[in-house]
């Protein structure tokens, strides 16, 4: 794809802080790629853990990540998000470096603790960075172009990673983490040089008068519910999708990377024009609710691939893969607009984190959920999951309805150089 088409697409920010951003996420995510596909491999088969304590130490990591996502959000209002960020990221290249010479259980759940803590404190401040590199007009955009690269970068890691699944040697096991903390130090680098203006909250906060907090924002941790409710559309895809079409299909194996390719694609293309269709919380709040339709309709149409044969089975898989990638377009547009329109101004960090907690404690819960209603229950579960979407559409859109018509509320009026100068805008790192 060359710049022109880039361009036209606008799949990169223009040249500038958000641009390299882009890049060294392009870059992290690489490497994530290669992490996610061959490195539970590499614990299992060159430092010897099993299944069980692999599993075990990698849950323990996320969970205790998952508790402290707020305070990373706090530090990034008190100190910047980019010095918070860059630090996260050398912090993960540290414990990917560690993870290469661990030979022992209880040396790799120490590790895995640390970095599923650094892992989910990214999570948590990437919302919080991209509000500080951008203004209002454009946040969404951004947002929506940075997960364009995420998915590029995922999309060249796993290729690379297949490569060592091929090789399948201890040797080529540890390159696949090894290259991992390469590209976290490549990534921390590219953003050390950017420059990022730290906008502290008012002065009023800080002679006396309580910061705002999402903790007491009862209608942004509806918003925040409902749509981690709303995504674990993104667990179907990775978890249930795979296993449904092994076991309960007559599908090719094949077939699965065939609806992980399409769906990448289409997501990469379209996610930055999607996106501009929730610019405001009404229709963001619209978007929501048509998601959880949508994915309904998804569901109920992966449930008729049981009795199909293999030819008709691939044609429904890839339709599945369309009407599931508009749903994904859609929630993750609508997830965009809502974590940025309804969150203060005055603790962005505090927020973004917070509202990072719906999707991430989703995503860790969701494969013993869909394992059990859907593997277990079989079409039957398709539909049961099929109106769990739709209510969840319905919840999603009424609660930012309503935290839209409040937010005010929860917003201080912005401070002005005249009557508060030490206010002015400071280098975050």
């Known amino acids: 794809m060359d710049s022109r088409v880039i361009a036209k697409l606008q799949l990169l920010p223009p040249p500038g802080g958000l641009r390299r951003f882009a890049v060294a996420n392009l870059i992290n995510t690489v490497g994530s790629g290669l992490y996610i596909t061959g490195g539970t491999l590499f614990f299992t088969r060159t430092v010897g853990l099993s299944v069980e304590q692999t599993a075990l ?13 707020m305070v990373f959000g706090r530090l990034a209002d ?3 998000p980019k010095l918070v960020y860059v630090s996260l990221l050398v912090v993960q290249a540290a ?31 990437v919302g919080s960075l991209i509000h500080a590199m951008s ?8 947002r929506a172009q940075l997960r364009t690269a995420t998915n590029v970068g995922l999309g060249l890691g796993t290729l690379i990673a297949g490569a060592a699944l091929l090789v399948d040697t201890p040797q080529a096991y540890t390159f696949v983490v090894a290259g991992n903390a390469v590209l976290f130090t490549a990534a921390a680098s590219m953003l050390a040089g950017v420059h990022v203006a730290h906008h502290r909250g008012p002065r009023a906060a800080a002679v006396g008068a309580r910061a705002p907090g999402p903790l007491r924002d009862t209608r942004y941790l509806a918003v925040t519910a409902a749509n981690g409710l709303l995504a674990l559309h993104a667990s179907v895809l990775s978890f249930a999708l795979p296993l449904w079409v092994a076991d309960h299909t007559d599908a090719p194996k094949w077939s699965i990377a065939m ?13 930055v024009r999607v996106s501009r269709r929730a610019s405001a919380v009404p229709q963001a709040a619209r978007m929501a609710r048509l998601t959880g339709v949508v994915l309904a309709a998804a569901c109920l149409t992966l449930a008729a691939t049981e009795s199909l044969g293999p030819v008709l089975c691939i044609a429904v898989l890839l339709l599945w893969t369309v009407i599931y990638t508009a749903g ?23 927020y ?10 989703m995503r860790a819960l969701a494969p013993t959920l869909l394992a059990t209603l859907i593997l277990g229950n079989g079409t039957a579960g398709w539909i049961v999951l099929a109106g769990f979407f739709v209510v969840s559409g319905f919840l999603a859109s009424t609660a930012a309805l309503a935290a839209n018509r409040n937010r005010h509320a929860f917003r201080r009026p912005a401070a002005t150089p005249m009557t ?8 975050s790192s």
């Open 259 to 271: 609806v992980m390719i399409v769906n990448t694609v289409i997501v990469v293309l379209l996610q």
């Open 57 to 69: 130490g990698l849950t323990v990591g996320t969970g205790v990540g998952l508790a402290l996502m």
């Open 328 to 350: 994904e377009l859609w929630q993750t547009s609508a997830e965009f607009c809502f974590g940025f329109e309804l969150a203060s101004d005055d603790a962005q960090g505090a």
């Open 135 to 142: 203004d209002g007009g454009n946040r969404i955009t951004a």
């Open 95 to 125: 414990m990917m470096a560690v993870f290469t010479q661990v030979r022992s259980f209880s040396w790799f759940l120490v590790v895995a603790t640390i970095s599923g803590i650094a892992d989910r404190g990214i999570s948590g401040t």
């Open 420 to 427: 508060l100068p030490s206010d002015r805008s400071v280098p």
């Open 78 to 80: 008190r100190f910047g």
């Open 352 to 361: 973004q984190s917070v509202f990072a907690l719906g999707p991430g404690v």
